[in-house]
């Protein structure tokens, strides 16, 4: 092993890692990926990439957006399959909320994704149902994410309640990188 790998990886931020990120992504997440791009040209969102001896191993895109308080969304992660269970997710998701300095940190996944689930969960976030929430708390929280086709958000800090008690830059958000995104990856699949 390299000096560089046996020191373990190190985590980059800057949208002039996007593509390396969205390669990593691109693994996971297909035609999704779209939603990504969109928010990182929009020069909303921004990129986290993991490096193990300069190599991408791991990558996140995430964006800050205004609710009641500031909300900082892990809004896509994923580590390498031959690289995982070996706390690059932790190092990823710590950077970026160091790197967000948020009042509230979010990430939204399926009830089946037990990686996700425990990766948030041991970072102190604390899953909900999208039905456990109340109708304005869900509808605001999943215009901020964009997280129709998930079934749950993970969040760290004030309860769902307190985040979304303004719609803040959620509507605007809802309708730019979610909507939009969604019928111009629609109309290509036509
Ligand atoms: C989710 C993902 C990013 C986790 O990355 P990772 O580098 O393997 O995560 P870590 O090694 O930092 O693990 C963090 C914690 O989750 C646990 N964990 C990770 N994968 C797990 C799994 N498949 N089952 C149960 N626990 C798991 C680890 O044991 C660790 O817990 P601990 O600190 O209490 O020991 C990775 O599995 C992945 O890329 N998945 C595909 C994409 C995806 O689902 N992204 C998330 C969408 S929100």
């Known amino acids: 092993m390299v000096e560089a790998e046996a020191q373990g990886p190190v985590v980059e931020i800057g949208r002039r890692y996007l593509e390396k990120a969205l390669d990593i ?9 779209e939603y990504a791009r969109a ?10 990439v993991a ?6 191993i791991g990558a996140e895109i995430f964006y800050k957006i205004r609710l009641a ?10 580590v390498l399959r031959e690289y995982r269970r070996r706390g690059v997710g932790k190092i990823l998701i710590t950077t970026v909320e160091r790197a967000c300095k948020s009042d509230a940190y979010a990430a939204t996944t399926t009830e ?12 102190g976030y604390v899953g909900y149902r999208w039905r ?3 109708k304005k708390t869900r509808d605001v929280l999943l215009r901020a994410t964009c997280g129709y086709d998930d079934d749950m958000i993970f969040l760290k800090g004030p309860a ?18 979610c909507y939009l995104v969604w019928l111009g990856v629609r109309r290509a699949d036509v």
């Open 39 to 48: 928010v990182v040209a929009d020069g909303l969102g921004d990129v986290a």
């Open 25 to 33: 992504l691109a693994r996971e997440y297909g035609r999704a990926l």
């Open 112 to 123: 089946d994704n037990a990686a996700a689930k425990a990766l948030f969960g041991s970072l």
């Open 51 to 56: 490096l193990l001896g300069g190599r991408p």
């Open 160 to 177: 769902p309640r307190e985040v979304a008690a303004e719609v803040g830059d959620a509507e605007r958000f809802g309708h730019r990188e």
């Open 69 to 78: 308080v500031d909300l900082c969304v892990h809004y896509y992660v994923a």
């Open 132 to 134: 456990e929430l109340d």
